[in-house]
């Protein structure tokens, strides 16, 4: 086990932690009911896994595969491919898990900017492509002979033209530098406060304010590609309302289950990895004490390094807390 700095909030899962927390997983053999499976972390090969869930229960399917590169995923290596190759494994996985979808069911799949050029024809003959988001992804080292690759993409598609979005509810709070006022001094579209002045903006496609999670965050695991919280939680209530159904076949260290959590969603993921499922057990074992997702406070999302004063009220006992779960 890697030994950690202090100050270190990382979360991992002893020896004896897997083996309790393996017991809370799901292997499927045969066709499942919705109600066996929500909430429910599977641990298995999605390409196994997906021909025993029922039919037309995903409101929403969050997907984010390998991308095109070769990368070590805690033991399970995927080896990049020729193009068409890739396009062609790819495409499997969507035909896959299309019956699993409902007729107004959005689909959020992640990718970098060369598997981009790869997923966006197979999506695009397959569904409704809506959108493309490119999201800051600030971390590592720079390259020495090409720019530095610091964002990732996200393409929003819908199964049909008919498709729930809740625009109001990923508005983004920003900070008002030169603030309009009325002719009777009153602020024009802003709110003042004792903090600043702020105003909520409609969400664009190109999203700066994400953080990827690094030590000193609660939510950091060792997986190599995590996803933060917060992106999660803005294509969650984007597209789904309390209830519905939230489903992600590369579930990782559980990010997307865990946000479902958080905001009143079913979920189920499906993790061929033993470990990266223990992890997602514990995190959604946490959220009993923490509930709150980083730079979405009181019912409204912050724009990055804005939220000095309402970041007092983060709890402090994170660590003390996974000390005590087992």
């Known amino acids: 086990?890697?030994?950690?700095?202090?100050?270190?909030?990382?979360?991992?899962?002893?020896?004896?932690?897997?083996?309790?927390?393996?017991?809370?997983?799901?292997?499927?053999?045969?066709?499942?009911?919705?109600?066996?499976?929500?909430?429910?972390?599977?641990?298995?090969?999605?390409?196994?896994?997906?021909?025993?869930?029922?039919?037309?229960?995903?409101?929403?399917?969050?997907?984010?595969?390998?991308?095109?590169?070769?990368?070590?995923?805690?033991?399970?290596?995927?080896?990049?491919?020729?193009?068409?190759?890739?396009?062609?494994?790819?495409?499997?996985?969507?035909?896959?898990?299309?019956?699993?979808?409902?007729?107004?069911?959005?689909?959020?799949?992640?990718?970098?900017?060369?598997?981009?050029?790869?997923?966006?024809?197979?999506?695009?003959?397959?569904?409704?492509?809506?959108?493309?988001?490119?999201?800051?992804?600030?971390?590592?080292?720079?390259?020495?002979?090409?720019?530095?690759?610091?964002?990732?993409?996200?393409?929003?598609?819908t199964c049909g033209r008919e498709y729930f979005f809740n625009v109001d509810a990923v508005k983004l709070k920003r900070r008002v530098i030169a603030p309009y006022r009325t002719d009777d001094g009153k602020p024009k579209d802003w709110e003042e406060s004792q903090n600043g002045n702020y105003r909520l903006t409609y969400p664009s496609n190109l999203w700066s304010d994400i953080t990827i999670p690094f030590w000193s965050m609660p939510e950091n695991t060792d997986h190599p590609t995590q996803k933060p919280e917060k992106l999660i939680a803005k294509l969650i209530m984007a597209s789904t309302k309390e209830g519905d159904f939230v489903f992600d076949p590369f579930l990782g260290s559980g990010t997307t289950a865990v946000v479902a959590k958080k905001l009143h969603r079913r979920f189920c993921g499906v993790e061929m990895n033993l470990e990266y499922c223990c992890w997602a057990e514990k995190r959604l074992m946490l959220t009993k004490y923490d509930s709150s997702i980083q730079g979405y406070v009181d019912g409204v999302f912050w724009e990055r390094n804005s939220l000095n004063e309402q970041s007092k009220k983060e709890k402090t006992s994170i660590m003390a807390t996974q000390g005590a779960l087992f």
């Not at 390409?47 to 070769?70: H, K, R, S």
């Open 1 to 157: 086990m890697k030994k950690r700095a202090p100050r270190n909030r990382t979360l991992t899962c002893s020896e004896s932690e897997i083996t309790e927390l393996s017991n809370k997983l799901m292997r499927l053999s045969k066709v499942a009911s919705i109600d066996s499976i929500t909430n429910q972390i599977i641990h298995q090969d999605f390409a196994e896994a997906i021909a025993f869930f029922p039919q037309g229960f995903v409101d929403l399917l969050i997907v984010d595969p390998p991308y095109n590169l070769t990368k070590n995923y805690n033991g399970h290596v995927f080896r990049s491919k020729q193009a068409e190759d890739y396009t062609k494994w790819f495409e499997s996985i969507v035909v896959s898990f299309m019956k699993i979808l409902t007729s107004t069911a959005s689909i959020y799949v992640c990718s970098d900017w060369q598997t981009s050029n790869l997923v966006f024809p197979v999506l695009d003959k397959h569904f409704t492509v809506q959108n493309r988001i490119t999201w800051e992804r600030e971390k590592g080292r720079g390259a020495k002979s090409n720019w530095k690759n610091n964002t990732e993409d996200i393409w929003f598609c």
